[in-house]
């Protein structure tokens, strides 16, 4: 039997059972049980010995925990959040150590009341399903709350049409987001909460407690899924920000974070690589996307017929070129943050790959034919004055020469390199004195790194690299084969949450080549879905059903398509390999075409800019046959039951 427990109230005030105030939330003890404080003094005191989890920024709100585990909520007021910390003064914060009796905080009733806002408190145990009766007292005042077997003995369920309804006027955020912690369990079965463009994504303690339906049915929510380890919940672009923010009033804990590393905890091998690609290169996209559109834009004017002073020129392309020029600078910056080490030793350690002393990897890569046309090895080459700094320098170690060469456009040695770095630089951290950490513990990390990625990393990694992304790249130029296939599963590949792998192909696609064929084939099968999804919309009767349907297809032609996926073709599984047939039948055409973009990250209707430089009408061309193809299959061969 669990452990019934005893708590000092926290305020000064009248204690009152929590079902009787009017906050639909506390009072059906979704939040927790415990009690409530009418008329409360205007401070706040620990009951116990423990520490502060959360403290809400607007001094609302307070999550303490005791030394025995006890997880406490006092949330003073009703609706306080918005009077945005005015009334109200922390004498603590997150993570303090508390004695019992020490003041936390000092509020204004008058203030509340003046607002418009009712001062009762509730006092609410949030993992009270660890423990028994909860019992508060109060200069001789006491209430308990039973445990959930006994309390619905004496007092019934409380219905869950009851509680969804209590939340009818509330504005749509909160409301949502209400209704979504009453049907995922309650704030006891979330540990995390967080959220991307389109989707709520959480991290709960029992899926069976989940009612899947329920939560589809809300008016607001698109549609929901598990993937990745994450119960995601689609609300769509903008709403989803909001609902976030509600969602987490409701557990002020969850202001943490820490849903990636929980969701990471219980990923496959796979989704690991891919979770923790896109981390290190989603933050270098947008400046690819920058400099992408300017490079098609450029290529849109050129091609018209203008002229350009050469010293303009230039300087366009200084704005284009420079993040492709330094781009392993760019991944160590990156992974370094991703794995915990200081960002400028990346930066400094990217810089030195690409070295203007060393012989440019684009220079001796175009020189390479004709050395080996003539008979001869790097190493002979490099002793003849016309194929000066055309040829990797010989370093020679007495037992082997190791050729040196920069490593422009490379993205494997400079990403190993930057994990290498990372964790060699916490490794001398745990024993190099504090007294000269500054000094060595850079120094050595530079030196040792440097070394590694020079002799060892670089030339293994860079072989690595040109071996498997040179034979994806020939995959991709086979004709119509290669985007038939890539055209088709690349949506599939979204699904299972590994499609950030792509990221450091499209990349290197750019840096050597100029121009990323996978985009235009990927941007495909994203309007195909969007066209499947259209076509149900189009089919369905209900008109909120074709509401709903219609707002979650609109995302799909700017690019996003979690939306249609999760929340109309997965469900319905046919529109889903409709969309996947007009995907792969528009990837065959671009494939056919030669079609590439000068950039990476936008598709569809954004994606028209990344091909200004004389291809936009084939663009435009291959995304009518591929939407053409997921809306006509769907529309024609799926029969959508009401």
Request: aromatic residues 8%; contains cysteine.
């Amino acid at each position: 039997m669990a452990k019934n427990i005893r708590i000092s109230s926290p305020l000064n005030g009248k204690l009152v059972p929590l079902n009787s105030i009017n906050d639909p939330v506390f009072a059906s003890g979704a939040m927790g049980r415990g009690i409530a404080v009418q008329n409360p003094k205007g401070q706040v005191f620990s009951p116990f010995d423990g520490e502060i989890t959360v403290f809400f920024p607007t001094g609302h709100a307070i999550g303490l925990k005791s030394n025995d585990g006890i997880e406490l909520l006092i949330h003073v007021g009703m609706d306080t959040v918005k009077m945005n910390g005015e009334g109200f003064t922390p004498k603590a914060e997150a993570g303090d150590k508390i004695k019992r009796g020490q003041l936390l905080l000092e509020f204004s009733p008058e203030a509340i009341k003046k607002a418009g806002y009712e001062t009762t408190t509730p006092v609410v145990v949030t993992n009270h399903a660890d423990f028994g009766d909860i019992t508060v007292e109060l200069d001789g005042q006491s209430i308990t709350a039973k445990a959930p077997a006994e309390e619905a003995a004496s007092a019934g369920p409380v219905e869950d049409d009851d509680v969804i309804k209590s939340f009818a006027n509330l504005p749509d955020a909160e409301r949502v987001a209400k209704s979504i912690m009453h049907y995922v369990g309650g704030p006891d079965n979330v540990r995390t909460a967080e959220h991307c463009a389109t989707r709520l994504r959480l991290i709960v303690n029992d899926k069976s407690k989940i009612q899947e339906k329920k939560i589809e049915n809300i008016d607001g929510v698109k549609g929901q899924f598990f993937a990745a380890q994450q119960y995601q919940i689609i609300c769509g672009t903008g709403f989803v920000d909001k609902v976030t923010e509600e969602f987490i009033k409701l557990k002020p804990s969850l202001a943490g974070g820490g849903g990636k590393e929980a969701a990471y905890a219980e990923m496959s091998l796979m989704q690991k690589i891919s979770r923790t690609l896109g981390d290190v290169f989603v933050p270098i996209i947008p400046v690819l996307v920058a400099t992408g559109l300017f490079m098609g834009a450029r290529g849109a004017i050129l091609s018209l017929g203008s002229e350009w002073d050469p010293n303009f020129l230039l300087m366009t392309q200084v704005l284009t070129d420079t993040a492709f020029a330094f781009l392993p600078a760019l991944v160590c910056w990156s992974t370094m943050n991703k794995f915990g080490g200081t960002a400028v030793i990346g930066i400094v350690l990217g810089l030195m790959l690409v070295f203007p002393g060393l012989p440019n990897a684009y220079v001796v890569g175009g020189a390479a034919g004709e050395i080996a046309e003539k008979g001869l090895d790097w190493v002979q080459a490099s002793a003849l004055p016309e194929y000066a700094g055309k040829t990797p320098i010989p370093l020679d170690l007495g037992f082997v020469t190791i050729p040196l060469v920069g490593y422009q456009g490379s993205v494997l040695p400079a990403l190993v390199l930057g994990i290498f770095a990372a964790k060699l630089q916490q490794w001398l951290k745990t024993f190099i004195p504090d007294m000269i950490d500054l000094i060595v513990t850079p120094f050595l990390t530079l030196t040792i790194s440097m070394a590694l990625g020079f002799l060892v990393v670089g030339p293994i990694m860079h072989g690595l690299e040109s071996i498997v992304f040179g034979a994806v790249q020939n995959f991709l130029t086979i004709p119509i084969v290669g985007g038939l296939i890539i055209g088709g599963l690349q949506q599939v590949i979204v699904i299972f949450g590994v499609h950030h792998v792509f990221s450091a192909l499209e990349i290197y696609l750019l840096s050597t080549q100029g121009s990323d064929p996978f985009n235009a084939i990927i941007t495909c099968a994203t309007i195909a879905q969007g066209g499947a999804a259209l076509a149900v919309s189009l089919k369905t009767q209900d008109p909120r059903k074709r509401a709903l349907y219609i707002s979650s297809t609109v995302p799909a032609f700017l690019g996003i398509t979690e939306p249609a996926i999760f929340g109309i073709n997965l469900r319905l599984m046919k529109p889903f390999i409709y969309g996947c047939c007009g995907g792969a039948i528009g990837g065959a055409i671009s494939s056919f075409l030669g079609l590439a973009g000068t950039g990476m990250g936008i598709t569809v209707l954004p994606g028209m800019l990344l091909y200004m430089n004389g291809q936009i009408l084939q663009y435009i061309i291959v995304n009518l046959i591929a939407f053409a193809g997921g809306f006509g299959l769907t529309y024609m061969l799926y029969k959508h039951d009401e």
